[in-house]
Antibody, heavy 120, light 110 residues
């Protein structure tokens, strides 16, 4: 059974940093691309960042480019999102998500999310 | 990177069919056959309903179908059921290792 478990969310002041982690199990982690997708309270889904199976193809939404960094450790079956210079508009539930392929196709499994609140 | 355009809401009666549109550009929807659709019930994680424009994952009822014409993709739900009432999102590959979602559509079953 595929499981994606996010951690690292919490309350943080504007301008500070936070690192999200995602522990994956139930599938061969290094065969698939992974993504972070967020959802602000009461709003729609927003793709944040993606990374292919070997970290050779990485992309970011314009809204986070230059502030967020995605990475993965295939030996640890883990995905990460380093978030710097956080803003109030980054407040959202952050989902770790598995791509259906090794590249960028569609998302077939989602975690339950970790809530990030940026507020003073 | 502007969100794909979806109608805010659609509605239909039980047993009827509804179609949700998803309009992008030649740089996303029109440029790639990597359009997917997600169903999201309140408080739950999204669920993949359609991938690669028109393919259904195992376990998704064949009442759900997808298509694309030019820069617009569509999700059609036939034989509407009460349990279909919720939010739906489209998503497309947008080049340069990026994905883009639509703003979401709330489906009401009358």
């Amino acid at each position: 059974e595929v499981q994606l478990v996010e951690s690292g969310g919490g309350l943080v002041q504007p301008g500070r940093s936070l690192r999200l982690s995602c522990a994956a199990s139930g599938f061969t982690f290094d065969d698939y691309a992974m993504h972070w997708v967020r959802q602000a309270p009461g709003k729609g889904l927003e793709w944040v960042s993606g990374i292919n199976w070997n970290s050779g193809s990485i992309g970011y939404a314009d809204s986070v480019k230059g502030r967020f960094t995605i990475s993965r450790d295939n030996a640890k079956n883990s995905l990460y999102l380093q978030m710097n210079s956080l803003r109030a508009e980054d407040t959202a539930l952050y989902y770790c998500a598995k791509d259906r392929t090794s590249g960028y196709d569609s998302i077939d499994y989602w975690g339950q999310g970790t809530l990030v609140t940026v507020s003073s | 990177q502007s969100a794909l355009t979806q109608p805010r809401s659609v509605s239909g009666s039980p047993g009827q069919s509804v179609t949700i549109s998803c309009t992008g550009t030649s740089s996303d929807v029109g440029g790639y056959n990597y359009v997917s659709w997600y169903q999201q019930h309140p408080g739950k994680a999204p669920k993949l309903m359609i991938y690669d424009v028109s393919k259904r994952p195992s376990g998704v009822p064949d009442r759900f179908s997808g298509s694309k014409s030019g820069n617009t993709a569509s999700l059609t739900i036939s034989g509407l059921q009460a349990e279909d009432e919720t939010d739906y999102y489209c998503c497309s590959y947008a080049g340069r290792y990026t994905l883009i979602f639509g703003g979401g559509t709330k489906l009401t079953v009358l």
